[in-house]
């Protein structure tokens, strides 16, 4: 497969997950400020575009509800918002259009082309249209896709991404304590709830929502369950290695960090919590790097040299 085929199949999982996650944070977000009048929302929004990685402005007093919005869900140029993510999705499409099925390429056009009108609707409705339009493109990805690279590359992309945004939910939260957004919150922005739910049998409390989110290793959101795909997906990609070390860099920084929550005791994690999520998050950095400089390497580039006479 060619290096940008790649490389594109990488970053449509990636646009697709990116999008469907940043609609649940907002969605769940959005309404509880809606809901709560005693809520700090300045405070709320900022932390929301401290998740993101998008700059606050320095006046408490531009930073609201409809700037999140405008940021995170309708900005087109913005990649890190809803609408940036599922115009780039569709344009990596495009460069894997000998790829990819019919049917995934039609759903990520359309997508791309009802983005500005659906934006029109309200918050809610948008939300849950991007969930479902994700929900699509998962499901168009699971039974028209053959388990070839392609599959696997698109499957990296949208694992390295969903351990990075729940990482970054987890330490927001971390970080902000009672002012934050609370445990119930961030698990419904995961769309995990019901099943943490189900798995503690109704009993709630901040230490296990916060196990659940980390190291559920049936959970498909929680950190753990997203290393194990990357690794899958990158040991599949490359299955030839050496009998005494993993060559693979990607492989290694996530196996690390997956390791070091996996054996770790969960009163330590969150002793340590910031901390630790942020080593999460530079792990999936430097997997990010280490499959682009193997899977994509830049062109070099070719210069005229004069021949000596």
Same mark, same amino acid.
């Given at each position: 497969?060619?290096?940008?085929?790649?490389?594109?199949?990488?970053?449509?999982?990636?646009?697709?997950?990116?999008?469907? $996650?940043?609609?649940?944070?907002?969605?769940?977000?959005?309404?509880?400020? #809606?809901?709560?009048?005693?809520?700090?929302?300045?405070?709320?929004?900022?932390?929301?575009?401290?998740?993101?990685?998008? &700059?606050?402005?320095?006046?408490?007093? $531009?930073?609201?509800?409809?700037?999140?919005?405008?940021?995170?869900?309708?900005?087109?140029?913005? &990649? #890190? #918002?809803?609408?940036?993510?599922?115009?780039?999705?569709?344009?990596?499409?495009?460069?894997?259009?000998?790829?990819?099925?019919?049917?995934?390429?039609?759903?990520?056009?359309?997508?791309?082309?009802?983005? @500005?009108?659906?934006?029109?609707?309200?918050?809610?409705?948008?939300?849950?249209?991007?969930?479902?339009?994700?929900?699509?493109?998962?499901?168009?990805?699971?039974?028209?896709?053959?388990?070839?690279?392609?599959?696997?590359?698109?499957?990296?992309?949208?694992?390295?991404?969903?351990?990075?945004?729940?990482?970054?939910?987890?330490?927001?939260?971390?970080?902000?304590?009672?002012?934050?957004?609370?445990?119930?919150?961030?698990?419904?922005?995961?769309?995990?709830?019901?099943?943490?739910?189900?798995?503690?049998?109704?009993?709630?409390?901040?230490?296990?929502?916060?196990?659940?989110?980390?190291?559920?290793?049936?959970?498909?959101?929680?950190?753990?369950?997203?290393?194990?795909?990357?690794? @899958?997906?990158?040991?599949?990609?490359?299955?030839?290695?050496? @009998?005494?070390?993993?060559?693979?860099?990607?492989?290694?920084?996530?196996?690390?960090?997956?390791?070091?929550?996996?054996?770790?005791?969960?009163?330590?994690?969150?002793?340590?919590?910031?901390?630790?999520?942020?080593?999460?998050?530079?792990?999936?950095? @430097?997997?990010?790097?280490?499959?682009?400089?193997?899977?994509?390497?830049? &062109?070099?580039?070719?210069?005229?040299?004069?021949?000596?006479?």
């Amino acid at each position: 497969m060619l290096s940008r085929i790649a490389e594109s199949l990488f970053w449509i999982g990636r646009y697709v997950e990116r999008a469907d $996650d940043t609609a649940r944070i907002l969605d769940v977000h959005v309404q509880l400020l #809606s809901e709560d009048p005693w809520a700090d929302e300045a405070t709320a929004c900022r932390s929301l575009l401290a998740i993101m990685d998008h &700059p606050a402005p320095a006046d408490a007093s $531009d930073v609201d509800r409809a700037m999140v919005v405008r940021l995170l869900a309708h900005d087109v140029t913005n &990649p #890190s #918002s809803i609408a940036g993510s599922l115009v780039a999705a569709r344009e990596n499409a495009r460069r894997a259009r000998e790829i990819v099925s019919t049917d995934l390429w039609e759903c990520l056009n359309t997508t791309r082309n009802q983005v @500005r009108v659906m934006g029109a609707l309200g918050t809610h409705e948008f939300f849950a249209w991007v969930r479902e339009r994700a929900a699509v493109v998962a499901g168009l990805m699971e039974s028209a896709t053959p388990r070839d690279s392609t599959w696997h590359f698109m499957v990296l992309g949208q694992a390295l991404e969903r351990a990075d945004m729940t990482a970054r939910l987890v330490t927001t939260q971390a970080r902000l304590g009672a002012s934050g957004p609370g445990w119930t919150t961030l698990l419904r922005s995961c769309g995990a709830y019901e099943a943490y739910l189900r798995t503690y049998r109704g009993r709630a409390s901040d230490e296990d929502a916060a196990g659940f989110l980390i190291l559920d290793r049936l959970f498909p959101r929680s950190i753990v369950y997203a290393l194990h795909a990357a690794e @899958r997906a990158l040991r599949a990609l490359e299955p030839v290695e050496g @009998r005494h070390f993993v060559s693979d860099e990607a492989r290694r920084e996530l196996g690390l960090v997956r390791s070091e929550l996996e054996f770790a005791r969960l009163g330590d994690l969150l002793t340590d919590l910031p901390d630790t999520m942020e080593r999460v998050q530079v792990a999936c950095a @430097r997997a990010s790097n280490a499959i682009k400089d193997r899977y994509f390497p830049a &062109p070099a580039t070719t210069a005229w040299v004069e021949e000596a006479l």
